[in-house]
């Protein structure tokens, strides 16, 4: 059986460990596949001034009762001029 595919995603949890005000408010992790990387290669070798992608999350609560956010990730198509 072949694995299931999913889009771009991650996750970012509350920091429980901030050692001062500048440390970050949460951290988590995303992860792609080489189809979305090369799409940002792709946008790189377009000479993009930014390489970016579009992001959308939902707040979740995880099997230990702490809150999260569901990222996922897309590649951000340029808006073409009519």
Do not use: C
Not at 1 to 9: D, F, G, L, Q, R
Not at 12 to 26: A, C, G, H, I, M
Not at 28 to 47: A, F, R, S, W
């Amino acid at each position: 059986m072949e694995a299931k595919k999913y889009p771009p995603s991650g996750s970012l949890f509350t920091n429980e460990n901030k050692k001062s005000e500048n440390s970050p408010d949460y951290s988590g992790y995303l992860e792609i596949e080489n189809e979305v990387l090369d799409h940002l290669i792709k946008q790189k070798e377009n000479n993009s001034e930014k390489i970016s992608m579009s992001l959308v999350g939902w707040k979740k609560v995880s099997q230990k009762g702490k809150a999260f956010l569901r990222l996922v990730a897309n590649p951000r198509e340029e808006k073409k001029p009519f």
